[in-house]
């Protein structure tokens, strides 16, 4: 996995691999924010793309536990965020069933990536040192997603 070392992003972007095969990409910091969203408090916001032909595939989760084993070893945050449309119900449920609660909701004065509604998704909180795995599906043989730095 080739990334940034940076302890506090700005605006580091990656790309998600599965090979040489792009799946999607990722962000982290503000970059990962919604505007209007209330991201007081200490954590590194993570926003997340999908190459559409790969929604629905039941890979959601492969593609959560890649960002956040990436998160949790490249930067120095005790929490995670993300922020999803309402009407996105399999990304809520990705991020909800790798370990994330609801902890807030809002409405934005404009339409933002076809949404004026959001919520924001945190871990818990993680001990210095402790690595936040993903769900145990991520173990399968023969399957690895790797996030590259995009330049």
């Known amino acids: 996995m080739r ?11 990656n790309t998600l691999l599965k090979g040489n095969d792009v799946v999607g990409y990722c962000t982290f910091g503000e970059d990962g924010q919604v505007p209007g969203g209330n991201y ?22 492969h593609y959560a536990a ?3 084993d990436h998160a949790s070893t490249a930067f120095e945050f005790r929490q995670l965020r993300v922020t999803i449309a309402t009407g996105n ?3 809520v449920r990705v991020w909800s069933s790798a370990g994330f609660a609801e902890i807030s909701r809002f ?5 933002v990536m076809g949404s004026d509604e959001f919520v924001i998704l945190a871990s818990i909180q993680l001990r210095r040192g ?17 996030l590259a730095e995009t330049s």
């Open 107 to 111: 409405a934005t004065p404009r339409n």
């Open 89 to 91: 119900k399999r990304a």
């Open 66 to 68: 890649a960002v956040i």
């Open 3 to 13: 990334s940034s070392t940076s302890r506090k992003p700005d605006v580091h972007c």
């Open 130 to 146: 402790t690595r936040c795995r993903g769900p145990r599906l991520l173990g399968r043989v023969g399957v690895r997603y790797d």
């Open 40 to 61: 007081d408090g200490a954590g590194l916001d993570i926003g997340l793309g999908i190459k559409p032909t790969r929604t629905g595939s039941g890979r959601g989760h």
